[in-house]
């Protein structure tokens, strides 16, 4: 199982930008998916989280501005940033809890995307 990352870049502050995360390999299912960042010196944080049944939940900093949703069809979640600011700068992450053919349940992480808000 693999997650890819796409999208992310770098914006003005009060633009736009979105990631996406698909997740191939041996899937039966994919549960909890999620997007972390990390910004320079500083701790991993949780950004967005979604379940299988599109229950999200927001870290403070991003409630109102940023929507995570997901495409079950094609294992995917999304993240839309709107009114970003310069303290959104920071490496995204993509996470997901995924049930293999074997029923084994894993935690994958995908490779970090950059996105960057010049104020």
């Known amino acids: 199982v693999q997650l890819q990352a796409s999208g992310g870049g770098s914006a003005q502050a009060g633009g736009s930008l979105s990631v996406s995360c698909a997740a191939s390999g041996s899937i039966a299912s994919v549960l909890n998916m999620g997007w972390y960042r990390q910004a320079p010196g500083k701790r991993r944080e949780l950004v967005a989280s979604i379940t299988s049944s599109d229950r999200t939940n927001y870290a403070d900093s991003v409630k109102g501005r940023f929507t995570i949703s997901r495409d079950n069809a094609k294992n995917t979640v999304y993240l839309l940033m709107n009114s970003l600011k310069p303290e959104d700068t920071a490496v995204y992450f993509c996470?997901?809890?995924?049930?293999?053919?074997?029923?084994?349940?894993?935690?994958?992480w995908g490779p970090g995307t950059q996105v960057t808000v010049s104020s």
């Open positions: 996470n997901a809890d995924i049930v293999n053919h074997r029923s084994v349940i894993g935690n994958y």
